[in-house]
């Protein structure tokens, strides 16, 4: 089934450690996004990349590292750089340029620093 | 029931009756926008979508209306369920400075809860 997919569901991290987070997409779409989500809060975006080996910050990239090195994977990387780490991470694709633009989630991963 | 946006980020309503979400966006070169629900500990699912050359479209049990005069955009759940019980999010979808790239944007949400 087509689809995207995130790992792990839970991760914990110590402090001062670096974590990579997993996104993997098979809908063969070129645009592919990252955002947290802090309790009671709303998405907020962190990078997003419209093709392959090209990726723009967003709103909260400070402490955040991504790669596209292949259009169906966009790896988010949590540096000892961000302070406040602990939240929902999600990631997203979607059909780019036009107006099909709706994203497609995946399932989250829940970040915990120890 | 009635949401009046970001300033009560909870709305209750009982089991039959009607909800209205809204959602004021912020940028008016916007044009495409988006409803999602999601439910606790998963990811967003989209709901119903509509274009900045629209005013209103409406799917299954739910209607979108978008007013660009005021940047505001409501979600309309008609017979409300207990399933509908979740966090509904707008987003925005719009092309960024530099022309080439396209991003899409999220409110804050409103979490529905259905009263039986």
């Known amino acids: 089934d087509g689809g995207i997919t995130q790992s792990p569901k839970y991760l914990f991290r110590k402090e001062g450690q670096n974590v990579t987070l997993s996104c993997e997409q098979n809908l063969n779409h070129d645009a592919m996004y990252w955002y947290r989500q802090d309790p009671g809060q709303g998405l907020r975006l962190i990078y997003y990349s419209q093709i392959v080996n090209d990726f723009q910050k967003g709103d909260i990239a400070e402490g955040y590292s991504v790669s596209r090195e292949k259009k169906e994977s966009f790896p988010l990387t949590v540096t000892s750089a961000q302070k406040n780490p602990t939240a929902f991470y999600l990631c997203?694709?979607?059909?780019?340029?036009?107006?099909?633009?709706?994203?497609?989630f995946g399932q989250g991963t829940r970040l915990t620093v120890v | 029931g009635e949401n009046v946006g970001l300033h009560l980020p909870t709305l209750s309503v009982q089991e039959g009756d009607n909800s209205i979400i809204n959602c004021a966006y912020s940028?008016?070169?916007?044009?495409?926008f988006i409803w999602y629900k999601q439910e606790s500990g998963k990811g967003p699912q989209f709901i119903i979508d509509i274009r900045s050359n629209m005013d209103k479209r409406q799917g299954q049990r739910v209607t979108v209306l978008l007013n660009k005069t005021v940047k505001h955009l409501s979600l309309q759940i008609a017979a409300t369920q207990p399933g509908d019980s979740a966090v509904y999010f707008c987003?925005?979808?719009?092309?960024?400075?530099?022309?080439?790239?396209?991003?899409?944007?999220f409110g804050s949400g409103t979490q529905l809860t259905v009263l039986p």
């Open positions: 940028n008016s070169a916007s044009d495409y």
């Open positions: 997203a694709s979607s059909i780019v340029p036009g107006w099909n633009t709706e994203a497609f």
């Open positions: 987003a925005e979808n719009f092309a960024d400075n530099s022309g080439s790239a396209r991003q899409l944007t």
